[in-house]
């Protein structure tokens, strides 16, 4: 297998003041949204086999990096995906609750600006997410 270099990129930024279970479910609901956005072929998914001839199935061959902001850093992330027209997707306080209906009456009785961001997801170019995401921690 030759090495293609990376044109895109996958970035999570997750709230780093909530606490590490509900910041890994709202990983996974993004991740899981996002890869609904984003065509299959840039994802470079691959089954991996091991030497056991094992298989490892549908793991991206792309960098997923995973970082560290505020509720109010990942709102100015949020707004800047959507006026640059980047893939992306969040999660919020308000996607939390007892029951899915629950939080769908949640979001939508909430305004944005009183929203508490867990976490924003994107997908793009290499270098343009790179530019917006540079200024964040990696998540520890």
Same mark, same amino acid.
């Given at each position: ?13 997750? %709230?780093?003041?909530? &606490?590490?279970?509900?910041?890994? !479910?709202?990983?996974?609901?993004? #991740?899981?949204?996002?890869? +609904? ?6 994802? +470079?998914? @691959?089954?991996?086999? *091991?030497?056991?001839?094992? +298989?490892?199935? @549908? ?13 109010? @850093?990942?709102?100015?992330?949020? %707004?800047? #995906? =959507?006026? +640059? !027209?980047?893939?992306? /997707? *969040?999660? /919020?306080?308000?996607?939390?609750? &007892? /029951?899915?209906?629950? @939080?769908? &009456? %949640? /979001? ?17 170019? $290499?270098? &343009? =997410?790179? #530019? ?6 990696? $998540?520890?």
């Amino acid at each position: 297998m030759a090495f293609e270099p990376f044109k895109h990129k996958t970035i999570a930024v997750l %709230n780093k003041k909530i &606490e590490t279970g509900r910041a890994m !479910n709202a990983l996974a609901h993004m #991740a899981l949204g996002l890869s +609904r956005s984003v065509p299959q072929e840039q994802l +470079r998914l @691959q089954d991996y086999t *091991d030497a056991d001839e094992g +298989r490892h199935p @549908q793991i991206s061959d792309i960098p997923f990096i995973i970082l560290r902001a505020t509720s109010e @850093q990942l709102r100015k992330l949020r %707004n800047e #995906a =959507i006026e +640059r !027209n980047i893939t992306h /997707t *969040d999660f /919020t306080d308000t996607m939390i609750g &007892e /029951t899915y209906i629950d @939080q769908h &009456e %949640n /979001t939508k009785s909430t305004k944005e600006q009183d929203l508490t961001y867990f976490g924003v997801c994107m997908f793009g170019d $290499w270098d &343009e =997410i790179s #530019a917006l995401t540079k200024k964040f921690s990696l $998540w520890r």
